[in-house]
């Protein structure tokens, strides 16, 4: 899968990129590539900085399991980089439950990112960004205990509560054992632990969890969905056009692709093309 064509939406192959200045500008462990406050934020939800919303843990996205040691990773990038073209060098993270932050739980925010496919349900609680990643749904078993195309569907298969990929596993490819968790961790350890056969989830999602276990899992399938990660932002705040411009910038001047090539793709040490698709 090559970031440029269907990772990140419409981004500009990586070399058209400028080169960094010599003194990198930096939030985090995360370089800055945009002119500062080229594109204005001049009411944040908090004055002075940028307050990004998500839920950890999420490798390769946010790289970190707690707040204060989470640096880096695409998510936390692109967020950084977001404040940064606003005109801020200060960017705070909050975390909270994936149930919080899907339900609209918390405030005070100015986007969040949390691997969130936009549907027209979530449409009705927020404003959605600009689209920054194409998603599919992936399928991941223990590597000496494999599912395919039939057996996934006899199982017994964890999904996560709230997520599109519970809905596309109950809904779409009518799954009767499955077994449902709070957050993506809980449902990860009870694969490890062989209390369930596999997990459905987002493709990137999987393609981690595969990566962090060190080949004990594997990726064996995933089902094309159509679907699109979006940032979420409150209802009718002023800013949010501005945040998807931002984005849009980002995504044409090549920052987004140099950011997938530098955390997704090395991250996930395989190319998501080579997962055969399953057929609903």
């Not at 027209?120 to 689209?131: G, I």
């Not at 569907?153 to 996560?160: A, C, D, L, S």
């Not at 799954?175 to 056969?197: N, T, V």
């Not at 692709?257 to 055969?276: E, M, Q, R, S, V």
């Amino acid at each position: 899968m090559k970031f440029t064509r269907r990772v990140l939406l419409a981004a500009a192959a990586v070399v058209a990129l400028a080169a960094p200045a010599a003194a990198a500008n930096m939030i985090g462990n995360c370089e800055v590539y945009g002119e500062k406050g080229s594109i204005p934020i001049a009411t944040p939800a908090k004055a002075g900085q940028f307050t990004v919303l998500t839920s950890l843990p999420a490798p390769i996205w946010w790289n970190g399991d707690a707040v204060e040691n989470t640096k880096d990773g695409m998510e936390y990038c692109m967020a950084a980089e977001i404040a940064w073209r606003a005109g801020y060098d200060k960017m705070e993270v909050v975390n909270t439950s994936w149930e919080a932050f899907i339900g609209n739980q918390v405030q005070g925010y100015d986007v969040g990112f949390a691997q969130t496919s936009i549907t027209e349900e979530r449409k009705k609680v927020f404003d959605f960004t600009t689209p920054y990643f194409n998603s599919d749904m992936g399928v991941i078993a223990k590597a000496d205990a494999p599912v395919d195309e039939k057996s996934v569907k006899t199982v017994k298969v964890g999904i996560q509560q709230g997520t599109t990929g519970a809905a596309f596993a109950q809904d779409t490819l009518g799954i009767k054992d499955a077994q449902i968790f709070a957050d993506q961790p809980e449902m990860f350890a009870a694969l490890r632990a062989g209390q369930i056969d596999a997990a459905i989830t987002d493709t990137s999602i999987t393609l981690a969890e595969e990566k962090a276990t060190e080949g004990k899992s594997k990726v064996v399938g995933q089902y094309k969905t159509g679907e699109v990660y979006g940032g979420i932002m409150q209802k009718g705040n002023a800013n949010n056009e501005t945040v998807s411009k931002i984005i849009q910038s980002m995504i044409d001047d090549g920052t987004l692709a140099k950011l997938g090539a530098k955390y997704l793709a090395a991250g996930w040490g395989k190319d998501p093309a080579t997962i055969p698709y399953f057929n609903p």
